[in-house]
């Protein structure tokens, strides 16, 4: 288990600059002058060798989400995961939540893993707060993936009513009913259809790392006040931008924009794909190690 510990955020800036530049490692009995301050935040793994990629996991989900994606980059990458703040292994922080805050964990965690720059892949929430580290942190950020995701600003394309309807009462709901009615809203028809038992092994996955509800609410409010849309021409890491057609979590028109927006960036678009396209198109890991390899 790799924990980061926490310097008690919010105490002053030269405790965040001096966590930032010597958070370290905590495993095995290993341990630096921050791990005596005890209180654990974040949780990481690795898996693999080769050049570094992290993995930004979406709304409420912990770094176990991208079981389906460490086998295939881990053959090539050494793939480090880990739990966004408040769900899974790391510790809730009773502050509000932002984009800007989680980009910011990504870099400890970076830190953490004495990883000087990384290729980085974001889904969902975590393309947000992917896109917030290649624009505050940029000298890390080696290559950008940006899965299913959004810039948000004026110009975001909002999800159908249902979609706000469930997201609405997700909150007051069982983790099973929420897994369970999710499913329309994260999954194409042809998947439904088709391949029923991936999605059934997705809901296992999910349930079996259930969230406080407090954090997923912040992490929820985060990717409302999301907002790079005016600085995504900023962004000099090559960057692939990867949507499903059939996506509405968050409409593949926002994946063009994203596109559009950031210099030479290349769009893949999965025809017929829902918004968690991992479990749909499982080919696109391999396409995604690629694109990593060339970069």
Same mark, same amino acid.
């Given at each position: 288990m790799?924990?980061?510990?926490?310097?008690?955020r919010?105490?002053?800036?030269?405790?965040?600059?001096?966590?930032?530049?010597t958070?370290?490692?905590?495993?095995?009995?290993?341990?630096?002058?921050?791990?005596?301050?005890?209180?654990p935040?974040?949780?990481?793994?690795?898996? %693999?060798?080769?050049?570094?990629? *992290?993995?930004?996991?979406?709304?409420?989900?912990?770094?176990? +989400?991208? /079981?389906?994606? =460490? #086998?295939?980059?881990?053959?090539e990458?050494?793939?480090?995961?880990?739990?966004?703040r408040?769900?899974?292994?790391?510790?809730?922080?009773?502050?509000?939540?932002?984009t800007?805050?989680m980009?910011?964990?990504a870099?400890?965690v970076?830190?953490?893993?004495?990883?000087?720059?990384?290729?980085?892949?974001?889904?969902?929430?975590g393309?947000?707060?992917?896109?917030?580290?290649?624009?505050?942190?940029?000298?890390?950020?080696?290559?950008?993936?940006?899965?299913?995701?959004?810039?948000?600003?004026?110009?975001?394309i909002?999800?159908? %009513?249902?979609?706000?309807?469930? *997201?609405?009462?997700r909150?007051?709901?069982r983790h099973?009913? +929420?897994a /369970?009615g999710? =499913? #329309?809203?994260?999954?194409?028809?042809?998947?439904?259809?088709?391949?029923?038992e991936?999605?059934?092994?997705?809901?296992?996955?999910?349930?079996?790392?259930?969230?406080?509800?407090q954090?997923?609410?912040?992490?929820?409010?985060?990717?409302?006040?999301?907002?790079?849309?005016?600085?995504?021409?900023?962004?000099?890491?090559?960057?692939l931008?990867?949507?499903?057609?059939?996506?509405r979590m968050?409409?593949?028109e926002?994946g063009?924009?994203?596109?559009?927006r950031?210099?030479?960036?290349?769009?893949?678009?999965?025809?017929?794909? %829902?918004h968690?396209?991992?479990t749909?198109?499982?080919?696109?890991?391999?396409?995604?190690?690629?694109?990593?390899?060339?970069?």
């Amino acid at each position: 288990m790799n924990l980061i510990e926490d310097p008690l955020r919010g105490v002053g800036r030269a405790w965040t600059d001096a966590y930032l530049h010597t958070a370290r490692l905590v495993t095995h009995g290993a341990t630096s002058a921050l791990a005596m301050l005890g209180r654990p935040v974040l949780h990481w793994e690795r898996t %693999g060798s080769g050049p570094p990629v *992290l993995l930004i996991t979406g709304l409420g989900l912990s770094g176990g +989400a991208w /079981w389906r994606t =460490v #086998p295939v980059l881990s053959r090539e990458l050494g793939v480090i995961t880990f739990d966004n703040r408040g769900v899974g292994r790391s510790r809730a922080l009773l502050h509000a939540y932002t984009t800007e805050a989680m980009a910011d964990d990504a870099r400890v965690v970076l830190d953490a893993a004495e990883v000087e720059h990384a290729h980085v892949y974001g889904i969902s929430l975590g393309g947000m707060v992917a896109q917030q580290l290649a624009l505050r942190h940029p000298e890390r950020v080696r290559s950008l993936v940006l899965g299913a995701t959004h810039a948000g600003g004026p110009q975001l394309i909002r999800p159908d %009513g249902d979609v706000i309807a469930f *997201l609405r009462h997700r909150l007051a709901m069982r983790h099973e009913e +929420a897994a /369970w009615g999710s =499913v #329309p809203f994260n999954y194409s028809d042809h998947v439904r259809e088709e391949h029923p038992e991936r999605i059934a092994e997705d809901i296992r996955q999910r349930l079996s790392h259930p969230f406080p509800v407090q954090a997923y609410r912040a992490q929820m409010w985060a990717g409302a006040l999301h907002d790079c849309s005016d600085w995504l021409d900023r962004i000099t890491a090559p960057t692939l931008v990867v949507h499903g057609s059939e996506d509405r979590m968050i409409p593949v028109e926002n994946g063009r924009l994203i596109a559009e927006r950031i210099p030479n960036a290349e769009l893949l678009e999965l025809e017929g794909t %829902g918004h968690l396209y991992p479990t749909e198109e499982p080919a696109v890991d391999q396409r995604i190690t690629k694109f990593l390899l060339e970069h």
